[in-house]
């Protein structure tokens, strides 16, 4: 017994199965319960490779079932992805058991779907052995496609093609390949001699397969959608086909619904096919298709489809009215080419058009702004914290649920310590909390959150924390917030002061709960926003009374005070007579943080040596520094014109603990935020909707951050940005000249990609943003304009402006605009600018 452990323990294979062949089958299933619970014990091991070969050797040898042994084999601690299945084949034809194939169907079940390569190997050869058909589940499907390109499955290194021919597996997952969503992606690699696209195309021309079955698996993969790297390779694979005219006939139907809905390579590809049958398709139904399609903002695919219905016309005379009167859809299409495209070839085929009326709006029409709600209460009970925690684990917290769940910490771990330890600690074990951090990360948000969760869990790896909050503390003890007036002999921080004020407050945290009975924190937030109510505030410390208030908390509580003057709340607050009092009174009374000094630099972006990726040499931030006599130890109003400042994914927290100061917040941010998006990294505009929520003046900071969100590559972040964009403009805080100016200024530079903007500007009109795109765009196009060569999408920007300025009927100037009209010509840049001068003229 002791023999067979430690050969598991070494991986060695042929011991275990040494020690195998010398127990009966009473023996094997004694030793089956034992095996179970010495891998239960050794929860933190992880068996891979070899160690994991002898874990299922000994599996197979010693449990009574599949079920037991799939139990087992698919723990998370065991990884089969490089284990052996020979021997443990082996091993079970020596027991003779026959349930090898039905455990190689329950361990497919259990084959993640985001890793489903992970055993896939393993599963596959007990199927071979014991000459089973496939399971056909999702992930096990996705695990037969990534095959197809990772040769490892067939270790001849013969071409796809031939290994498909010889595949067992082929005929009974095939249908599936088109079913399962996202397994495009494990079939876009392209190596020579290992399209799959190719291999299945050529497939259907010998005959191996059914030509019909592919096509169909194709239009009804492209009919349910994907993600567009997931679609390309089906797509591919319809053009290898090309189609007949009798199969697409037959299948006109689906064509037309890709053509109305499907995305724009998609729809294109069933466009150009749908024209090869010319008769094939009923007239009518296409007609009824094309009023869609000529309101999509595909130009390529609107204008195909003109061209098409105008040859129809012509083709068709009897129905020209009718075609024309579909043409006419068209003269709605926000792209003003394509507009009077469409109203020449209406008119041209006899459709006549009401008079139109125009509508002028000369306003945003966008609803009014919702005052920001209230704080969720406090979290009161350790079962609803620890939920809470648990929920939150493993990504970056919103800033509200992080300060309940901090003031639930200081008042629970002090009054119910126990049982809040009980709770905690197995989910923090669980999340592994803490377990990645360096040891010397002082000044890193997570580690320092981790930190102080395994303090309130009554942890025993918390011992080095208290040094670390110890150096925290000490390190920023000759930084305060006040008095902001005169000199100070202490420099700004190097990193975030942002960052320090978390740290700080959360290494005071850590210590706090040594104590007993803590009431709570003073800069708990009375808003979502982070803001908090100075009544709320000078109720906290009148119940304080002559109680010690901490350092750390105080000063981010005064930081969520709103900007302005309260005398007379500064007067009861003085009249408490304590410290924390005065502090107070002295912020209502108007010693509260000074407006900082604001300058737009233009920096060199550089490189980082690990980032291959091209992008502009140029990156405009904002530098600040405190006003003239204003000191700034703890380096809030000083922000160095560099190229990035690293929040490390917890940008999301910094608004809430400056509310009222969107424009300091903006310029901390700034740097990093036109880092990412030049870099084209995913997930970096969160903070915006957050900012915009918040009050107090962006200025320029503000406005090189929605401009620089406009033009982010991935369209979760367009989409914040406009939501921050819309919730300003209907604030009335929003400085659409000044956005403008400044998206101008980035894409006359190449800083930005201004195509971009275009999906985000023409939503904000669509919501009722009309005057405040008009007068974003009339600022934008001047340095566009006078740049060398406008950028690509000027032209498209300019239309957008005349539509809205026909639409709000507000004329603004646009300097420039009449040097591009007076080049002549027809190029599109010309005939947008004729088209909005004119628009603005009138």
């Given at each position: 017994?002791?023999?067979?452990?430690?050969?598991?323990?070494?991986?060695?294979?042929?011991?275990?199965?040494?020690?195998?062949?010398?127990?009966?089958?009473?023996?094997?299933?004694?030793?089956?319960?034992?095996?179970?619970?010495?891998?239960?014990?050794?929860?933190?091991?992880?068996?891979?490779?070899?160690?994991?070969?002898?874990?299922?050797?000994?599996?197979?040898?010693?449990?009574?079932?599949?079920?037991?042994?799939?139990?087992?084999?698919?723990?998370?601690?065991?990884?089969?992805?490089?284990?052996?299945?020979?021997?443990?084949?082996?091993?079970?034809?020596?027991?003779?058991?026959?349930?090898?194939?039905?455990?190689?169907?329950?361990?497919?079940?259990?084959?993640?779907?985001?890793?489903?390569?992970?055993?896939?190997?393993?599963?596959?050869?007990?199927?071979?052995?014991?000459?089973?058909?496939?399971?056909?589940?999702?992930?096990?499907?996705?695990?037969?496609?990534?095959?197809?390109?990772?040769?490892?499955?067939?270790?001849?290194?013969?071409?796809?093609?031939?290994?498909?021919?010889?595949?067992?597996?082929?005929?009974?997952?095939?249908?599936?390949?088109?079913?399962?969503?996202?397994?495009?992606?494990?079939?876009?690699?392209?190596?020579?001699?290992?399209?799959?696209?190719?291999?299945?195309?050529?497939?259907?021309?010998?005959?191996?397969?059914?030509?019909?079955?592919?096509?169909?698996?194709?239009?009804?993969?492209?009919?349910?959608?994907?993600?567009?790297?997931?679609?390309?390779?089906?797509?591919?694979?319809?053009?290898?086909?090309?189609?007949?005219?009798?199969?697409?006939?037959?299948?006109?139907?689906?064509?037309?619904?890709?053509?109305?809905?499907?995305?724009?390579?998609?729809?294109?590809?069933?466009?150009?096919?749908?024209?090869?049958?010319?008769?094939?398709?009923?007239?009518?139904?296409?007609?009824?298709?094309?009023?869609?399609?000529?309101?999509?903002?595909?130009?390529?695919?609107?204008?195909?489809?003109?061209?098409?219905?105008?040859?129809?016309?012509?083709?068709?005379?009897?129905?020209?009215?009718?075609?024309?009167?579909?043409?006419?859809?068209?003269?709605?299409?926000?792209?003003?080419?394509?507009?009077?495209?469409?109203?020449?070839?209406?008119?041209?085929?006899?459709?006549?058009?009401?008079?139109?009326?125009?509508?002028?709006?000369?306003?945003?029409?966008?609803?009014?702004?919702?005052?920001?709600?209230?704080?969720?209460?406090?979290?009161?009970?350790?079962?609803?914290?620890?939920?809470?925690?648990?929920?939150?684990?493993?990504?970056?917290?919103?800033?509200?649920?992080?300060?309940?769940?901090?003031?639930?910490?200081?008042?629970?771990?002090?009054?119910?310590?126990?049982?809040?330890?009980?709770?905690?600690?197995?989910?923090?074990?669980?999340?592994?909390?803490?377990?990645?951090?360096?040891?010397?990360?002082?000044?890193?948000?997570?580690?320092?959150?981790?930190?102080?969760?395994?303090?309130?869990?009554?942890?025993?790896?918390?011992?080095?924390?208290?040094?670390?909050?110890?150096?925290?503390?000490?390190?920023?003890?000759?930084?305060?917030?006040?008095?902001?007036?005169?000199?100070?002999?202490?420099?700004?921080?190097?990193?975030?002061?942002?960052?320090?004020?978390?740290?700080?407050?959360?290494?005071?945290?850590?210590?706090?709960?040594?104590?007993?009975?803590?009431?709570?924190?003073?800069?708990?937030?009375?808003?979502?926003?982070?803001?908090?109510?100075?009544?709320?505030?000078?109720?906290?410390?009148?119940?304080?009374?002559?109680?010690?208030?901490?350092?750390?908390?105080?000063?981010?509580?005064?930081?969520?005070?709103?900007?302005?003057?309260?005398?007379?709340?500064?007067?009861?607050?003085?009249?408490?007579?304590?410290?924390?009092?005065?502090?107070?009174?002295?912020?209502?009374?108007?010693?509260?943080?000074?407006?900082?000094?604001?300058?737009?630099?233009?920096?060199?972006?550089?490189?980082?040596?690990?980032?291959?990726?091209?992008?502009?040499?140029?990156?405009?931030?904002?530098?600040?520094?405190?006003?003239?006599?204003?000191?700034?130890?703890?380096?809030?109003?000083?922000?160095?014109?560099?190229?990035?400042?690293?929040?490390?994914?917890?940008?999301?927290?910094?608004?809430?603990?400056?509310?009222?100061?969107?424009?300091?917040?903006?310029?901390?941010?700034?740097?990093?935020?036109?880092?990412?998006?030049?870099?084209?990294?995913?997930?970096?505009?969160?903070f915006l909707p957050a900012l915009a929520e918040c009050t107090g003046p962006g200025g320029p900071a503000l406005d090189l951050a929605l401009a620089y969100g406009l033009c982010?590559?991935?369209?979760?972040?367009?989409?914040?940005?406009?939501?921050?964009?819309?919730?300003?403009?209907?604030?009335?805080?929003?400085?659409?000249?000044?956005?403008?100016?400044?998206?101008?200024?980035?894409?006359?530079?190449?800083?930005?990609?201004?195509?971009?903007?275009?999906?985000?500007?023409?939503?904000?009109?669509?919501?009722?943003?009309?005057?405040?795109?008009?007068?974003?765009?009339?600022?934008?196009?001047?340095?566009?304009?006078?740049?060398?060569?406008?950028?690509?999408?000027?032209?498209?920007?300019?239309?957008?402006?005349?539509?809205?300025?026909?639409?709000?009927?507000?004329?603004?100037?646009?300097?420039?605009?009449?040097?591009?009209?007076?080049?002549?010509?027809?190029?599109?840049?010309?005939?947008?600018?004729?088209?909005?001068?004119?628009?603005?003229?009138?």
């Open positions: 017994m002791t023999d067979l452990f430690e050969a598991l323990i070494r991986g060695d294979v042929s011991s275990v199965a040494a020690v195998l062949d010398e127990v009966d089958e009473p023996g094997r299933r004694a030793l089956g319960d034992e095996l179970v619970a010495h891998v239960v014990r050794r929860r933190d091991n992880w068996w891979a490779h070899h160690e994991a070969t002898a874990l299922a050797v000994a599996a197979v040898g010693t449990l009574s079932s599949a079920t037991k042994v799939a139990a087992l084999l698919g723990r998370r601690s065991v990884m089969l992805t490089d284990a052996d299945p020979a021997p443990v084949v082996n091993a079970a034809r020596q027991r003779g058991v026959d349930w090898v194939a039905d455990l190689a169907h329950r361990l497919a079940e259990r084959i993640p779907r985001s890793r489903p390569w992970e055993g896939w190997h393993f599963i596959t050869e007990l199927l071979l052995a014991e000459k089973a058909v496939p399971p056909t589940g999702d992930a096990f499907v996705a695990g037969w496609a990534h095959a197809l390109w990772w040769r490892r499955y067939d270790n001849q290194h013969r071409l796809l093609l031939d290994r498909l021919r010889a595949d067992p597996f082929l005929d009974t997952l095939l249908p599936r390949l088109f079913e399962v969503d996202g397994i495009g992606t494990d079939l876009a690699y392209t190596g020579v001699g290992h399209s799959v696209p190719s291999a299945l195309a050529t497939l259907a021309t010998e005959g191996r397969l059914d030509r019909a079955l592919l096509l169909d698996g194709v239009l009804g993969r492209l009919l349910r959608g994907d993600r567009p790297g997931a679609l390309r390779p089906f797509l591919a694979l319809h053009e290898l086909l090309a189609p007949a005219g009798s199969e697409v006939t037959a299948r006109a139907g689906a064509y037309l619904r890709l053509l109305a809905d499907a995305p724009g390579p998609v729809a294109a590809a069933a466009q150009r096919t749908l024209r090869t049958v010319g008769d094939g398709v009923e007239l009518e139904a296409l007609l009824d298709t094309s009023r869609t399609v000529l309101t999509r903002p595909e130009k390529a695919l609107v204008r195909g489809q003109l061209s098409w219905l105008d040859l129809l016309a012509r083709q068709r005379p009897e129905r020209a009215a009718e075609i024309a009167d579909v043409l006419a859809v068209g003269a709605d299409h926000a792209a003003a080419d394509l507009r009077d495209r469409a109203v020449t070839l209406a008119r041209r085929h006899g459709h006549q058009p009401p008079l139109a009326v125009t509508v002028v709006v000369a306003a945003d029409e966008l609803p009014p702004r919702t005052p920001a709600v209230a704080a969720l209460p406090p979290i009161t009970d350790v079962d609803e914290l620890v939920e809470e925690v648990s929920g939150l684990s493993g990504r970056p917290w919103a800033s509200s649920a992080l300060e309940r769940v901090l003031d639930a910490l200081v008042r629970l771990a002090t009054s119910d310590r126990d049982r809040l330890a009980t709770a905690l600690l197995p989910v923090l074990r669980r999340e592994q909390v803490g377990a990645y951090d360096h040891p010397w990360a002082m000044f890193n948000v997570p580690a320092q959150l981790h930190g102080v969760l395994l303090a309130a869990a009554a942890s025993t790896d918390v011992a080095s924390r208290h040094d670390q909050w110890s150096v925290i503390l000490s390190q920023s003890s000759n930084r305060s917030l006040r008095p902001f007036r005169g000199r100070s002999p202490v420099e700004p921080p190097r990193h975030s002061p942002l960052t320090l004020v978390l740290c700080a407050r959360l290494a005071e945290i850590g210590q706090r709960m040594s104590g007993r009975d803590d009431p709570g924190l003073l800069a708990a937030p009375t808003s979502a926003t982070g803001a908090i109510d100075p009544n709320a505030l000078y109720d906290r410390l009148a119940a304080l009374g002559e109680r010690p208030v901490w350092r750390w908390d105080l000063t981010q509580a005064l930081l969520r005070l709103p900007v302005g003057v309260d005398e007379a709340l500064a007067a009861r607050a003085a009249a408490l007579g304590t410290a924390a009092g005065d502090e107070l009174a002295d912020w209502l009374g108007g010693d509260a943080l000074p407006a900082p000094v604001h300058r737009v630099v233009t920096v060199r972006s550089g490189t980082d040596d690990l980032d291959h990726h091209p992008h502009p040499a140029r990156r405009t931030v904002v530098s600040g520094e405190p006003p003239e006599g204003v000191a700034d130890p703890l380096g809030l109003l000083t922000v160095p014109a560099q190229v990035r400042r690293g929040y490390h994914g917890w940008g999301d927290l910094w608004p809430a603990m400056l509310p009222g100061h969107r424009g300091l917040v903006a310029a901390h941010l700034l740097p990093e935020f036109a880092r990412s998006v030049q870099e084209e990294t995913r997930d970096v505009a969160g982010a590559r991935h369209e979760v972040d367009r989409v914040a940005t406009l939501d921050a964009l819309l919730m300003l403009a209907a604030a009335g805080d929003l400085d659409a000249p000044g956005v403008g100016g400044r998206l101008g200024a980035l894409s006359a530079d190449r800083q930005v990609t201004v195509t971009r903007a275009m999906t985000p500007l023409r939503d904000a009109v669509t919501a009722g943003a009309r005057l405040s795109v008009w007068r974003l765009l009339a600022a934008a196009l001047p340095p566009l304009l006078a740049a060398p060569t406008p950028p690509r999408g000027t032209p498209d920007l300019l239309s957008l402006a005349a539509e809205t300025a026909h639409a709000t009927g507000v004329p603004v100037e646009v300097p420039g605009l009449a040097d591009v009209v007076a080049r002549g010509g027809t190029s599109r840049l010309v005939t947008e600018a004729r088209r909005l001068a004119t628009t603005v003229a009138s």
